[in-house]
């Protein structure tokens, strides 16, 4: 993981390469976001698969691949939000995050008001860092929907969108944090 310094942050974090920033001493915050591709009509409720997807938005000789959404074992997940783009559901259908296992106020949902999902999404409440258990193990993140997902205009792309904030203790120092001075042996001058 790539850790940034305040000073040092100036755009997004990059979830693709595990980017994180210590904006308190000793505790790296991290934002994952992720995306489902919705290529067809879904029915029934389910499970959307969630990717990181590459920097690369072009085709190239080799793209990278998309990254699977998970969460590391000891993240303390303190916010998530979920919204969708050119789909509609069935009356008052909902779209989660999903696949936390601390699950207490940790888990957005949107549901759709008529059939349309509101533009902004929905996100959990900042409640502070008191009371939030950390992540006993890795989880992988998912999108969970009940009833349908239609696709508004199928000559656009229609995702549901994900995202994950949460923040770990930072590792201890090494010598790359400290200015050690280089050993030398005795009698080594002229």
């Given at each position: 993981?790539?850790?940034?310094?305040?000073?040092?942050?100036v755009?997004?974090?990059?979830?693709?390469?595990?980017?994180?920033?210590?904006?308190?001493p000793?505790?790296?915050?991290?934002?994952?976001r992720?995306?489902?591709i919705v290529?067809?009509n879904q029915?029934?409720?389910?499970t959307?698969?969630?990717?990181?997807p590459?920097p690369?938005?072009?085709q190239?000789?080799?793209?990278?691949?998309?990254?699977p959404?998970?969460v590391?074992?000891g993240?303390v997940?303190?916010?998530t939000?979920?919204?969708?783009s050119?789909?509609?559901?069935?009356?008052?259908d909902?779209?989660?995050?999903s696949?936390?296992?601390?699950?207490s106020?940790?888990?957005?949902s949107?549901?759709?008001v008529?059939?349309?999902f509101p533009a902004n999404?929905?996100?959990?409440?900042f409640?502070?860092?008191?009371?939030?258990?950390?992540?006993a193990?890795?989880a992988t993140?998912?999108?969970a929907?009940?009833?349908?997902?239609d696709?508004?205009?199928?000559?656009?792309?229609?995702?549901?969108?994900?995202e994950?904030?949460y923040?770990?203790d930072a590792?201890?120092?090494d010598?790359?944090?400290?200015?050690?001075?280089?050993?030398t042996?005795?009698?080594?001058?002229?």
């Open positions: 993981m790539s850790v940034i310094f305040p000073g040092n942050f755009a997004n974090l990059n979830a693709y390469r595990d980017q994180g920033v210590l904006a308190i000793g505790v790296q915050f991290f934002q994952l992720g995306i489902a290529t067809a029915s029934g409720g389910g959307l698969a969630l990717e990181i590459s690369d938005l072009r190239d000789d080799k793209p990278r691949l998309d990254k959404f998970t590391p074992a993240a997940v303190y916010r939000a979920v919204s969708t050119n789909l509609k559901a069935s009356g008052t909902t779209v989660s995050v696949g936390l296992t601390t699950t106020n940790t888990q957005a949107v549901a759709a008529d059939g349309a999404g929905a996100s959990t409440a409640a502070g860092f008191a009371n939030v258990s950390a992540e193990s890795g993140i998912s999108a929907y009940s009833g349908n997902l696709i508004v205009d199928p000559n656009s792309n229609a995702v549901v969108m994900v994950v904030c923040y770990l590792p201890g120092p010598t790359d944090d400290y200015g050690i001075p280089y050993k042996e005795a009698g080594q001058g002229y």
